[in-house]
């Protein structure tokens, strides 16, 4: 099962397929059930224990803390909380504009 969860108008809430819709990302990572991850073109399908991010707005966060995050939250409302404390702590503030999805396959066991 996919779960989503998204920063948009200033709130964290559950994401949906349509956060997507009219957006333009500025970025997309692909992040496999390893933390390898890979720049995409955008939401690519995603089997067991990988995820996504993306991104529209300026989000001052390194690829590799996508990835030490990614590998260490258990749910993408855990992983998309983490990006955040590391822009804000950076930036130390959020432009309303700034749009963020993160999503993860769960691995069924």
Do not use: N
């Not at 809430?13 to 990302?25: I, K, L, N, Y």
């Not at 404390?85 to 396959?105: F, G, N, S």
Request: net charge negative.
């Amino acid at each position: 099962m996919l779960d989503r969860y998204c920063f948009q108008s200033g709130r964290l809430q559950p994401g949906h397929e349509e956060d997507t819709a009219g957006r333009v990302p500025a970025a997309v990572f692909h992040l496999s059930a390893d933390g390898a991850l890979r720049a995409a073109a955008g939401a690519p399908p995603l089997q067991a224990g990988e995820g996504y991010v993306m991104y529209a707005g300026d989000f001052y966060v390194e690829p590799l803390e996508i990835q030490i995050e990614f590998i260490k939250a258990e749910s993408a409302q855990r992983w998309l909380e983490a990006l955040l404390l590391r822009h804000t702590d950076r930036v130390r503030q959020i432009e309303e504009k700034l749009w963020v999805l993160a999503a993860m396959e769960e691995v069924k066991l």
